[in-house]
């Protein structure tokens, strides 16, 4: 298996082989939350319009995403692991909307052969499903701030994957350290910083928390999101 390393959204945009797009803060932790909470399937969107525009048309039932980390007015919910956990996913079609996760995901759809998106939550589940497609190339994509910026918590989580998928065991712990120790947390801890809660911190680092993987497929065009248990 070839692994490359990859990053930010021109990163997504030329991956190829198996992708695993990877934002930890916080797209794919919200998303794994939703799952958990018996979320259907997740549509994931480029443009809030959109996601406005299919929740009008019935094709979702619950709006979920940030411009600029903050919750978009007239969605049912923001980008928040801690929100989504306190949310009623049963059943639902979520259409989720965010900054850098959801534009990995748009980007490398056209030509990924398999399409994952990944936090460090599902980190385990990912590589097995990774693995057992058995693929000659993986793509690990960081998608950082933005998509435009590198961020530790998308780098690192890059590097615990590989480390899986090479049949390591990787270091959780150290994995955690670091991210803690870097200048992403301080925001999740300011009370002045009301979109970004300290329970999110806790979900997003709490790697492995979940035994399913993110799996993208396109459905009449659009990436379309579900688990996938190995
Ligand atoms: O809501 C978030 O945590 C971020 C916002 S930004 O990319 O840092 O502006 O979005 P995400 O797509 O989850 O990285
Ligand atoms: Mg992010």
């Known amino acids: 298996m070839d692994i490359v390393v990859d990053s930010l959204l021109d990163g997504a945009r030329r991956a190829t082989g198996t992708v695993v ?4 803060f916080r797209a794919f932790t919200t998303a794994a939350v939703a799952f958990s909470r018996g979320a259907e399937k997740i549509i994931m969107v480029e443009a809030v319009a959109e996601a406005f ?4 048309a019935g094709i979702g039932s619950a709006c979920m995403g940030e411009v600029d980390a903050v919750k978009v007015e007239g969605f049912d919910l923001g980008n928040s692991p801690f929100e989504a956990s306190e949310f009623d996913f049963s059943g639902r079609t979520v259409i989720q909307r965010t900054s850098a996760g959801t534009q990995g995901v748009v980007a490398a759809l056209g030509r990924a052969h ?3 998106a990944a936090a460090l939550v599902t980190a385990p589940a990912t590589a097995r499903a990774v693995t057992a497609g058995q693929p000659d190339r993986v793509t690990l994509v960081a998608m950082g701030r933005h998509g435009q910026v590198r961020t530790d918590e998308d780098d690192i989580c890059a590097i615990h994957l590989r480390n899986l998928l090479e049949d390591r065991t990787g270091a959780p712990a150290a994995v955690r350290d670091l991210i803690l120790a ?4 301080a925001e999740f801890r300011d009370p002045e910083v009301a979109h970004m809660h300290p329970g999110d911190l806790d979900i ?14 396109a459905e009449d065009g659009r990436p379309v999101a579900r688990i996938e248990r190995v």
């Open 204 to 217: 997003c680092l709490d790697i492995g928390r979940y035994d399913f993987a993110i799996r993208v497929t």
């Open 114 to 116: 398999r399409l994952y």
């Open 53 to 56: 525009a299919l929740r009008d």
């Open 21 to 24: 797009v990877i934002d930890v």
């Open 182 to 185: 870097g200048g992403q947390i």
